[in-house]
């Protein structure tokens, strides 16, 4: 079992907050994430944008996709999540990168995991959209970590050596594991309903498995007992309490 895990909020404090957004990462920070999550989606205009789905209306209530309007029309959408919070949170914005970068940065998380959705990712060249995300990030330095399911976006971050990697696997399976040992990424990150049944450990590789969504603390200390080193949550207040790491009255 490792001896510490790290806890990273899965597109902020998501359980509390509309995902992706300023208010959502400050609050995973605050309630001690050790790292954060985040969706890329590419604007008409390339500019990435902090955004889960193509279609907007989830999060925003507005009916049309990220890919068909610009930056500036997409951050005077609110990214409320209406159907979940109703009015609560109007107001709270799309963030796009490099907005989400500098704030990140501030608040100095140890990690922040950059996930590079395959639905807009190819508007331009992939060496092109990687380019423009390193450059947007670029206030979090050696702290960002590009991560995909789009195996060929993994091996371009991977030819940067100041640049940590993750793949995200389609399936948990002897083809995708080998496909992951060519790749080497330094994480490889996995959705918990993949995952094999049972409490043997995950297959064993030059990466540190990342599991997500992890919603408590008896599916966290399955997955500690099977070799995993860092859980992906949207409660992260929650998951600390639960394992004992919150210390605060």
Not at 11 to 18: D, E, Q, T, V
């Amino acid at each position: 079992m490792p001896e510490r895990c790290t806890l990273i909020a899965h597109r902020g404090y998501a359980r509390h907050y509309p995902e992706n957004t300023l208010l959502s990462f400050s609050a995973a920070v605050k309630a001690g994430a050790d790292a954060v999550e985040l969706d890329l989606q590419f604007a008409a205009d390339g500019t990435p944008m902090v955004l889960h789905d193509r279609e907007l209306y989830r999060t925003t209530g507005h009916r049309a996709r990220v890919d068909d309007l610009d930056a500036d029309q997409l951050t005077m959408l609110n990214a409320h999540e209406p159907l979940r919070f109703g009015d609560r949170f109007r107001g709270e914005p799309i963030p796009t990168l490099a907005q989400a970068s500098r704030l990140l940065a501030d608040l100095r998380a140890e990690r922040v995991f950059l996930e590079i959705k395959p639905d807009t990712a190819d508007r331009a060249p992939l060496p092109a959209t990687l380019a423009r995300v390193l450059a947007d990030s670029e206030p979090l330095g050696g702290r960002r970590v590009i991560i995909s399911y789009m195996h060929t976006m993994v091996e371009l971050a991977a030819s940067r050596p100041d640049i940590e990697t993750g793949w995200v696997l389609p399936v948990y399976d002897g083809d995708h594991l080998e496909r992951a040992r060519g790749l080497s990424p330094d994480y490889l990150l996995c959705d918990l309903a993949r995952l094999p049944a049972g409490r043997a450990a995950l297959a064993a590789g030059c990466w540190q498995w990342t599991v997500y969504e992890v919603a408590n603390a008896d599916q966290a200390r399955t997955l500690l007992q099977r070799d995993v080193t860092h859980l992906e949550t949207m409660a992260i207040g929650e998951l600390r309490r639960e394992l004992g790491l919150d210390t605060s009255p």
